[in-house]
């Protein structure tokens, strides 16, 4: 049996681990989540599974202080005390989890990446670390999820290129005119998929789809030139890859994460699942390019991610605390992109990387953006 941590267990990712995880009690045990804010489902969960151990905000431990379980405050020293055998999935959202993925790979722990920044801030530290590992990183990113599904048996070296699919998000028939005036509630109703806030912003925005492309770049370690992003609105075709001999392998399937966190889980099983999902059902699909116009920020995204270093630090970090601005409805939907460019023209880069450095430049450019847009104050130096 596989026993699993959860950290980041309250949202759309964690939720739909859980379930795979109840779906298959004789497969799978969960040792120990994670919560930040939805401390009475944690409790909840804690008296169905008998966690070994949690970790929430200290001054929620008093709800667990009679239980017998392992007690944290802090999501680095909880991924430090799981026995070797645990399984990580980390489903946080944010650069948050980037130094819970390092531990992990430090520890030589199996770690289920849901939490795509880490990739996109660390992954120069993580590819590293990889190296010195017993580790295996596993995606569960539809996308990535589906692409190691196209390439199962076959060599990195014969592939020409990738495609990643992009459903176009809330606003994908929307004019730059029209994109002026969006409010939050018209943004969080993707067409396609149940997701969590920040990444239905992301995939609007089409900044998820620029992670993503860096995502792939250190999964599979491929050259940024072939790895292509596509729009497809239906979501049934969820990667394709180009092999050098002429065969074309994609992946299709619903939109359901489910299917790609059981992949991960998993491993070399094949667990049942039922899919509800009839080929001769299917819409016609479309693919098409990807509008540099109404999607500015995927081509300025994936320049900035050849460039490595803090550049994809500071483009993550004024990200996040824009769409943490929008969502709270301190700024406009177009603002995002203003803000990102404005800190990637504002902020120094550099190629020499390290956890400390990630971490107070994510704080440096947070606290930039707050002052421009909360405060109305700039900085005058860097």
């Given at each position: 049996?596989?026993?699993?941590?959860?950290?980041?267990?309250?949202?759309?990712?964690?939720?739909?681990?859980?379930?795979?995880?109840?779906?298959?009690?004789?497969?799978?045990?969960?040792?120990g989540?994670t919560?930040?804010?939805?401390?009475?489902?944690l409790?909840?969960?804690?008296?169905?599974?008998?966690?070994?151990?949690?970790?929430?905000?200290?001054?929620?431990?008093?709800?667990?202080?009679?239980?017998?379980?392992?007690?944290?405050?802090?999501?680095?020293?909880?991924?430090?005390?799981?026995?070797?055998?645990?399984?990580?999935?980390?489903?946080?959202?944010?650069?948050?989890?980037?130094?819970?993925?390092?531990?992990?790979?430090?520890?030589?722990?199996?770690?289920?990446?849901?939490?795509?920044e880490?990739?996109?801030?660390?992954?120069?530290?993580i590819?590293?670390?990889?190296?010195?590992?017993?580790?295996?990183?596993?995606?569960?990113?539809?996308?990535?999820?589906?692409?190691?599904?196209?390439?199962?048996?076959?060599?990195?070296?014969?592939?020409?290129?990738?495609?990643?699919?992009?459903?176009?998000?809330?606003?994908?028939?929307?004019?730059?005119?029209?994109?002026?005036?969006?409010?939050?509630?018209?943004?969080?109703?993707?067409?396609?998929?149940?997701?969590?806030?920040?990444?239905?912003?992301?995939?609007?925005?089409?900044?998820?789809?620029?992670?993503?492309?860096?995502?792939?770049?250190?999964?599979?370690?491929?050259?940024?030139?072939?790895?292509?992003?596509?729009?497809?609105?239906?979501?049934?075709?969820?990667?394709i890859?180009?092999?050098?001999?002429?065969?074309?392998?994609?992946?299709?399937?619903?939109?359901?994460?489910?299917?790609?966190?059981?992949?991960?889980?998993?491993?070399?099983?094949?667990?049942?699942?039922?899919?509800?999902?009839?080929?001769?059902?299917?819409?016609?699909?479309?693919?098409?390019?990807?509008?540099?116009?109404?999607?500015?920020?995927?081509?300025?995204?994936?320049?900035?991610?050849?460039?490595?270093?803090?550049?994809?630090?500071?483009?993550?970090?004024?990200?996040?605390?824009?769409?943490?601005?929008f969502?709270?409805?301190?700024?406009?939907y177009?603002?995002?992109?203003h803000?990102?460019?404005?800190?990637?023209?504002?902020?120094?880069?550099?190629?020499?990387?390290?956890?400390?450095?990630?971490?107070?430049?994510?704080?440096?450019?947070?606290?930039?953006v707050?002052k421009?847009?909360?405060?109305?104050?700039?900085?005058?130096s860097?």
């Amino acid at each position: 049996m596989k026993r699993i941590a959860i950290l980041g267990i309250s949202g759309s990712i964690g939720v739909q681990a859980l379930e795979v995880i109840e779906a298959n009690p004789s497969e799978f045990m969960l040792y120990g989540a994670t919560v930040h804010r939805r401390v009475e489902m944690l409790e909840a969960i804690h008296k169905k599974h008998a966690l070994t151990a949690v970790c929430l905000p200290k001054e929620h431990h008093q709800s667990f202080i009679e239980e017998e379980i392992s007690l944290f405050d802090d999501l680095v020293k909880f991924v430090a005390s799981l026995p070797e055998d645990v399984t990580l999935l980390n489903a946080l959202v944010g650069s948050v989890g980037l130094a819970s993925t390092i531990q992990a790979i430090e520890m030589g722990l199996d770690v289920l990446l849901a939490n795509k920044e880490s990739l996109v801030v660390g992954g120069e530290i993580i590819a590293e670390k990889l190296t010195q590992s017993s580790s295996k990183l596993i995606p569960i990113d539809s996308e990535h999820s589906a692409l190691s599904q196209c390439l199962r048996g076959r060599s990195i070296d014969d592939v020409e290129k990738v495609v990643i699919t992009a459903s176009g998000g809330s606003f994908r028939d929307y004019s730059r005119e029209q994109l002026a005036t969006v409010t939050r509630e018209e943004a969080l109703k993707h067409p396609n998929w149940s997701m969590g806030e920040k990444i239905t912003i992301d995939s609007a925005t089409m900044m998820n789809k620029v992670f993503e492309v860096i995502e792939a770049h250190y999964l599979f370690g491929l050259p940024y030139e072939k790895i292509e992003a596509v729009c497809h609105r239906e979501s049934v075709v969820h990667a394709i890859v180009y092999f050098k001999d002429g065969n074309i392998v994609a992946h299709i399937g619903p939109s359901d994460m489910r299917i790609p966190i059981l992949s991960a889980m998993q491993g070399e099983k094949c667990l049942p699942y039922r899919s509800i999902f009839d080929i001769t059902k299917a819409q016609p699909l479309h693919f098409e390019p990807i509008d540099s116009t109404r999607f500015p920020l995927f081509d300025l995204g994936v320049a900035v991610a050849k460039r490595k270093g803090l550049h994809t630090v500071t483009m993550n970090a004024a990200n996040e605390i824009a769409v943490e601005l929008f969502l709270a409805e301190k700024i406009r939907y177009l603002d995002i992109e203003h803000i990102i460019e404005t800190c990637l023209d504002y902020f120094d880069h550099t190629n020499d990387l390290t956890l400390d450095k990630i971490l107070a430049h994510d704080q440096a450019v947070r606290s930039y953006v707050k002052k421009l847009y909360l405060d109305g104050e700039t900085h005058d130096s860097h």
